[in-house]
């Protein structure tokens, strides 16, 4: 009888390990998330904050590159810097949504209505010592470079009609560029930026340096390594998330995106490895570049520990599977090409009608709230830009006119200075604080269309001098 009873106990007991067990490995979702972050070889941050946690980085540079995946990058950050009531620096009107580019950056071209800045991100040609002098002495500079022979074909079609050197080539043929290509470049030329070693003029350096001189890429590339605390590499985009994540002392939503600027897979093409080897010699110092910084990359992620960078992306595609159903509903979004798009701010600049970026439209069902939420990770980089410079500059204006009734009902007539126009743009010194407070210009407000025509994407030159 007892012998009986024990073994019924015993079953007892075995039935609710086996139903405890299969409820945790059922339990799904939360509770294995909680484990996983937990982990003991993965401790390194937790992905929400606690208490006594290094405190979030806030100054930035970020240098946009070229067709690297970099205008997601933008759009994180200009998240991030809502989210954090920061200040992201944005250009002058003159410059349009870039910084007068390929123009070398000159702190000149910041509107004063978004300085002092935490943040800078849009696309410029890098100068180190004008953002040293602009930037908070704790500010963390990074970029993102692609792989060169796919970087290169994007490049060659997605600015076939603005660029002259490859404008001239006959049938618009990349095999033909490439066979021949002095035959079709002119180094002097202000778009031939587009058609060698983007990434090295971007950052600053000398695009026509000979392949042979060797020398000159492994320096560049040492610079390149000490100005900036972090490579990103396109191809390895969410490792990179993670590296970064660890170095900003950011939590795991922070990093959560939605790709943009993507061209419809019909207008990208697969490269032979010949024609790689030649894009490769023909941007030989972006090569080199590209080579070393990758190396870098998987040398750090090897630091940081592949178990725990692997964990790390599968948390960060979770949740972004989670937005994106919230986004749009159940099914996952459809890429639709602009003329498709009706929400007009929510289309992406078309570079011509044989590239067609594709961007999102959201759902008319879904709630008030995921709206406002999914706009902002879907907004092209000009609207956004143009959307940030009006709440900024608003927020601006108030904090001023807060200040001056503070300081004194003084009877001074208020400051008119006239805004940086085409002349100030090239001013050798900082904007002075009396641009601060004037009346919004014309054009400025939220009233004017967003600018997604050619005219903001071809930069405007003016010949004044300072
Ligand atoms: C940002 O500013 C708004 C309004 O001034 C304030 O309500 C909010 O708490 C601030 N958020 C942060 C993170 O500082
Ligand atoms: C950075 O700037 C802050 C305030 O402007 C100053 O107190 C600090 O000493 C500076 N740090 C360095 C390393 O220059
Ligand atoms: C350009 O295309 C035409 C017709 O398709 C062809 O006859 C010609 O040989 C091509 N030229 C080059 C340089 O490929
Ligand atoms: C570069 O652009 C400016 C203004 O668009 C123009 O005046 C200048 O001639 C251009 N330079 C070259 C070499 O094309
Ligand atoms: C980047 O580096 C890793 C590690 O060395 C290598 O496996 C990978 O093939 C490289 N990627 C490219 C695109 O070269
Ligand atoms: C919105 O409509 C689509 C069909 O148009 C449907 O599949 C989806 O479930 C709806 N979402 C909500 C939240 O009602």
Redesign the pocket.
């Known amino acids: 009888m007892t012998c009986h009873k024990m073994s019924q106990k015993k079953i007892f007991l075995v039935l609710i390990v086996i139903c405890t067990v299969s409820l945790l490995l059922h339990r799904g979702g939360h509770f294995n998330w909680n484990m996983e972050v937990f982990h003991p070889g993965c401790t390194t941050l937790p992905s929400h904050p606690a208490p006594g946690l290094k405190p979030k980085q806030t100054n930035i540079v970020f240098l946009k590159t070229h067709k690297t995946a970099s205008t997601t990058m933008q759009n994180l950050l200009f998240r991030f810097a809502e989210r954090h009531n920061l200040t992201v620096a944005l250009p002058v009107q003159a410059c349009g949504h870039q910084f007068c580019y390929p123009r070398s950056f000159a702190s000149q071209l910041i509107h004063p209505h978004t300085l002092p800045a935490n943040i800078i991100t849009n696309h410029m040609r890098f100068n180190k010592a004008e953002l040293k002098r602009l930037m908070p002495n704790d500010t963390i500079y990074i970029t993102i470079l692609r792989e060169p022979a796919s970087m290169f074909e994007s490049l060659f079609s997605y600015y076939s009609h603005h660029c002259q050197s490859f404008k001239r080539v006959p049938n618009g043929s990349l095999e033909a560029f490439l066979k021949e290509p002095f035959r079709y470049y002119r180094p002097e030329e202000n778009e031939s930026v587009y058609a060698r070693n983007t990434l090295t003029f971007d950052l600053g350096g000398n695009k026509d340096r000979p392949a042979t001189d060797v020398l000159y890429a492994k320096a560049f590339a040492e610079e390149v390594e000490r100005v900036f605390s972090l490579v990103m590499i396109s191809e390895y985009f969410d490792e990179s998330l993670v590296l970064l994540r660890h170095l900003f002392s950011w939590d795991l939503d922070d990093i959560i995106y939605i790709k943009l600027n993507m061209r419809t897979s019909s207008s990208k093409r697969s490269l032979t490895p010949d024609l790689d080897a030649k894009i490769r010699a023909w941007n030989s110092i972006d090569a080199y570049l590209y080579d070393h910084f990758n190396a870098t990359l998987w040398r750090r992620l090897s630091a940081l520990g592949l178990e725990c960078v692997t964990r790390e992306v599968r948390l960060l595609r979770q949740a972004q599977e989670k937005l994106m159903r919230t986004c749009f ?3 996952m979004p459809i890429f639709r090409s602009a003329a498709e798009i009706k929400n007009k701010d929510l289309r992406p600049w078309q570079p011509s009608e044989k590239v067609d970026i594709v961007g999102y439209d959201l ?5 008030h709230e995921a709206q406002a939420l999914c706009r902002k990770y879907i907004l092209p980089e000009v609207s956004y830009t143009q959307m940030l410079f009006n709440s900024q500059s608003l927020r601006h204006r108030r904090i001023f006119q807060k200040q001056t009734t503070q300081k004194s009902h003084s009877l001074q007539p208020p400051i008119h200075t006239i805004l940086p126009r085409h002349s100030q743009v090239y001013r050798s010194q900082l904007p002075s604080t009396d641009a601060v407070g004037t009346p919004p210009r014309k054009g400025s407000t939220s009233t004017q269309k967003p600018a997604t025509d050619n005219k903001m994407f071809k930069p405007r030159f003016t010949n004044t001098k300072a």
């Open positions: 509903g159940n099914q759902p008319g069902n879904i709630s």
